[in-house]
């Protein structure tokens, strides 16, 4: 019993979805359980302030927040306070203190008024004058001077007459400008007051004025250098922008062998999760991730493949043999790659499994399995540390991989395999070399060596692999492979020479049925190879008694000439069933059975049918037809109707092309109407393009000859 037939009885017993869910299950589970020990991260049982027993280096890069929040916020310091200078300050304290003395001048004396009003004025007592200077600045002076400036301030400067005023005034405005034009800090006011109270202490002023015009000049004195928080805080956030993340380099030393594990180490450590007390579990989800996304496209590319439940579940049971297979091999090879043995993962028989799958399935999967090797192949040949990624290794894998798909034209023999493989080994060793070139790489001459040898071993490893697998596939699965068509197209099988031997008629009239069908098959995209091949076995049957057959009476009397229509029916008929029987005896593949038992379907023997009719006109039309069942496949319906076309222009001494072309149209028309072809997918298109296949071929063959003279 084959790996089918154990899939077989599991079928029975499961659904497609349960079935296809439980390998898709399995599947992810040995990805993971062969890629678990790459991302596993390497842990180490070390203790504050301990000495490192051995040197360790970071697995991965990784930002050390933390220390990169410190330096940021060191920077944010060092930036300090922005203050920004306003010039306009310096004309709005000379305007406040020009508007006092305006004030005080407009009580006191104003230019250009009677003298009865002047007199007036000064009969004004010094209280009046006060409140009405108080008020007026009130009024008209946004700061509220009147409590900021003492009342006996105001007191000397109305007691003053106006050309003191006007000197007061100008001696106060010099030093305001004059002091005000350097920047003036909050904590440098007081410094500054003290400056201009020197400065105006040193003027010829009456006593009390001078106190006043100190006073004046001192209230005058505010900064204009002001702390801007906006923009200190958009320096300091550029500051903090302009520090560089501080991260720990894969690769980079944490701590040497020997070495003190102070805090700072210990918490690079940590950040890392290469400490046995505080491990991490990113790794193992992000490999969980990437298993899923590796199935997905399997899954999803033989769900919408137009295939039946049960070849979709064969093809994802081969899929999944073929990727664990070659997934194992990965992880052998860089197993003994870590053992110090440098580049080896180049020996690696990447194009293996998609040689195989193109071989057994078709490109499409070749390609996707591909793409998902090269994914693994990342992981599996890291750069000896875990979790890291080998980009260089992914690229070689998908090319050997593609190179193999691509050079590998002609599945129809096994030597074509091992010529792919050498082609295989070029590409192989290009690519390596255009890495090495692209990497500024310096290697020594031994190692080049080394990389010659491991390129070729890598395809001639592809190829001689495949050619030992494929065998065991197409026997374990029933896969029918180019290959094993051209071994049965043999003429030395066993089948084969018996079919010459005992019925020469059949045989003959097998290679042209074949000649038929390929030609058709090929014109409308169907298998032509396994329509030819299944021609050569589809009469097998007329062996068991092939002189009941036409096409094998050779110089001898038709035996049906003394037998009952009911007899040669069953004659006839059997010659189908027993050919299954034998096929399948011989383990031929299913396909090869099938049409042995469909070609005929569960058309009527018209010619036994209507001999009976003679003998008794209420003879049973569906006792005289094929048991079927009717073809499945459109290999099988070409072959089909190829099988009565040939038969029935054989039959006529010199056909013409029209004669040729009417027989054609009338059998296919005939299939039709009795329902032959309901239950394969042949089109009225296709139908077409086969009958004028047939009428080419058979043209060709029944060509007319010149007669020669004797």
Request: aromatic share 8%.
């Amino acid at each position: 019993m084959n790996i089918q037939d154990y899939i077989g009885k599991i079928r029975t017993l499961l659904s497609y979805k349960v079935f296809t869910i439980i390998a898709l299950l399995l599947l992810s589970l040995l990805i993971y359980g062969l890629l678990y020990y790459d991302v596993k991260p390497q842990t180490y049982n070390m203790e504050l302030f301990s000495i490192a027993d051995k040197t360790v280096r970071s697995p991965k890069t990784v930002e050390d927040e933390a220390k990169t929040n410190e330096e940021r916020q060191k920077a944010a310091d060092e930036v300090g306070r922005v203050y920004s200078f306003k010039k306009e300050t310096v004309q709005n304290r000379v305007s406040l203190i020009n508007s006092i003395f305006d004030f005080v001048n407009e009580i006191n004396y104003e230019p250009g008024i009677q003298e009865k009003t002047k007199e007036k004025a000064e009969k004004k007592s010094e209280a009046e004058k006060l409140q009405i200077l108080k008020a007026d600045l009130s009024k008209n002076v946004n700061e509220d001077v009147t409590k900021k400036i003492p009342d006996d301030i105001f007191y000397s400067l109305l007691k003053s007459n106006h050309y003191d005023l006007e000197q007061a005034r100008s001696i106060v405005i010099e030093q305001v400008e004059s002091l005000m034009s350097d920047k003036i800090r909050e904590d440098q006011v007081s410094q500054t007051r003290l400056k201009i109270a020197d400065k105006i202490n040193q003027s010829n002023l009456g006593r009390d004025l001078r106190e006043a015009a100190v006073e004046l000049g001192k209230y005058a004195i505010v900064p204009n250098d002001i702390y801007d928080s906006g923009l200190t805080e958009a320096r300091q956030k550029q500051a903090m922008e302009n520090v560089e993340p501080v991260k720990i380099l894969q690769g980079q030393i944490i701590v040497q062998e020997g070495h003190l594990i102070d805090r700072e180490i210990y918490h690079q450590l940590q950040l890392l999760g290469l400490l046995k007390s505080n491990p991490t579990g990113k790794p193992y989800y992000g490999l969980a991730l990437f298993v899923l996304m590796m199935i997905a496209p399997i899954y999803i590319y033989i769900k919408n493949s137009s295939h039946s439940e049960d070849k979709k579940q064969t093809y994802l049971i081969i899929i999944s043999f073929i990727f664990i297979i070659s997934l194992l091999l990965m992880r052998i090879v860089g197993s003994i790659e870590n053992a110090n043995i440098p580049n080896l993962g180049y020996i690696f028989p990447a194009a293996m499994a998609p040689m195989l799958i193109r071989i057994m399935l078709n490109e499409r999967f070749a390609f996707i399995v591909t793409i998902l090797l090269a994914a693994c192949g990342s992981i599996v040949f890291r750069d000896e540390l875990a979790g890291t990624i080998n980009i260089e290794m992914a690229v070689y894998i998908l090319f050997s991989g593609t190179a193999g798909i691509l050079f590998l034209t002609n599945r129809n023999r096994r030597s074509n395999i091992l010529q792919a493989g050498l082609f295989v080994s070029v590409i192989n060793l290009m690519m390596i070399f255009s890495l090495i070139l692209l990497g500024n790489g310096q290697f020594s001459k031994l190692e080049y060596i080394y990389f010659v040898i491991f390129a070729l071993a890598s395809g001639l490893l592809s190829a001689i692999l495949t050619i030992g697998l494929v065998p065991f596939f197409e026997a374990g699965f029933g896969i029918l492979s180019t290959i094993k068509l051209i071994e049965l197209s043999n003429p030395n099988h066993p089948l084969l020479k018996k079919i010459l031997t005992e019925a020469p008629g059949t045989y003959h009239h097998s290679i042209m049925v074949a000649n038929l069908a390929e030609a058709a098959c090929e014109a409308i995209g169907a298998n032509g190879l396994l329509a030819r091949v299944g021609c050569y076995y589809h009469d097998i049957g007329k062996t068991k008694r092939p002189h009941f057959f036409i096409e094998n009476q050779l110089n001898i009397e038709n035996p049906h000439n003394h037998l009952s229509p009911e007899v040669s029916r069953d004659i006839i008929i059997a010659h189908a069933v027993d050919g299954a029987k034998m096929l399948r005896k011989h383990k031929m593949p299913k396909e090869i059975v099938d049409i042995a038992e469909q070609h005929h379907g569960t058309t009527l023997l018209k010619y036994f049918y209507v001999k009976a009719m003679e003998e008794d006109p209420n003879v049973e039309k569906e006792t005289f037809r094929y048991p079927g069942p009717k073809p499945q496949t459109k290999e099988i319906a070409i072959i089909s109707i190829a099988d009565s076309v040939e038969a029935a222009v054989r039959s006529m001494s010199h056909p013409s092309p029209e004669q040729i072309k009417e027989i054609i149209h009338n059998i296919v028309q005939d299939r039709l109407q009795d329902g032959q072809l309901n239950e394969c997918d042949l089109t009225l298109k296709e139908l077409e393009v086969i009958k004028k296949t047939f009428c080419e071929t058979l043209n060709g063959i029944f060509h007319s000859r010149i007669e020669y003279p004797e």
